[in-house]
C-alpha cells in the first residue's frame, strides 16, 4: 500500500512539472512574440558638458561603475550610449538609448523618482550645459534609422 502511494505522489510530482513546465514555455515564447512585435522607441538628446568636468564625467561613466545601470534596465531602457565631441571649442555630449517598455511617461516618472537616480543626477547635472531654451538634455528628432 505504502509503495502505490509513493508511485501517485511520484506521478503527481511528475504531471505537476511537466504542466508548469508546459505552461512556463508557452509564457516565453508569448513574451518573445509580444517582445518581437513590441515597437522599440529610439530617444537621441543632446546637451553640452563643462570642460573641467570631462574627466569626472567619464569616469562616473566608465565600465567598472554600476551607477544607474540597473535601474535603466528595470525601467526598460537599453542601449544607452553617450558620445562625446569638441564643437568650436565647446563641448557636448550625445546621448542614444532604447526604450522597449510599454508606457514611456510612466516609466520615466519612476525612474525620476528613484532615490539613487537622484543622487545621481545631483552629481552629473552640474557637469553639463543644456542647450538655450533647455533645463537639462534636448531632445533630437529621429529622421533615420537602418535595421
Same mark, same amino acid.
Request: aromatic share 12%; charged share 30%; proline share 3%.
Given at each position: ?14 504531471? $505537476?512539472?511537466?504542466? !508548469? $513546465? $508546459?505552461?512556463?514555455? &508557452?509564457?516565453?515564447?508569448? &513574451?518573445? +512574440? ?9 530617444? %537621441? ?9 570631462? #574627466?569626472?564625467? &567619464?569616469? !562616473? ?5 554600476p551607477g544607474v545601470r540597473d535601474? !535603466? ?10 558620445? !562625446?565631441? +569638441?564643437?568650436? %571649442? &565647446? ?9 522597449? %517598455? ?11 523618482? #528613484? ?19 533647455? #533645463? %537639462? ?9 537602418? +535595421?
Amino acid at each position: 500500500m505504502n509503495n502505490i502511494k509513493q508511485k501517485i505522489v511520484f506521478m503527481l510530482i511528475f504531471f $505537476t512539472l511537466i504542466f !508548469l $513546465t $508546459t505552461g512556463s514555455m &508557452k509564457n516565453d515564447a508569448h &513574451k518573445k +512574440e509580444l517582445k518581437k512585435n513590441q515597437v522599440t522607441k529610439r530617444v %537621441g538628446m543632446v546637451i553640452g558638458i563643462h570642460e573641467d568636468k570631462i #574627466e569626472e564625467y &567619464k569616469q !562616473l561613466h566608465a565600465d567598472d561603475n554600476p551607477g544607474v545601470r540597473d535601474l !535603466l534596465n528595470k525601467y526598460n531602457i537599453h542601449n544607452f550610449s553617450i558620445f !562625446l565631441t +569638441e564643437i568650436e %571649442g &565647446k563641448w557636448y555630449e550625445f546621448a542614444y538609448y532604447e526604450y522597449t %517598455g510599454e508606457n514611456y511617461k510612466a516609466d520615466m516618472a519612476k525612474l525620476a523618482r #528613484e532615490p539613487r537616480n537622484i543622487e545621481w543626477l545631483k552629481v552629473c547635472d552640474p557637469m553639463q550645459i543644456p542647450l538655450p531654451g533647455e #533645463e %537639462g538634455w534636448r531632445n533630437m528628432e529621429q529622421i533615420y534609422f537602418n +535595421e
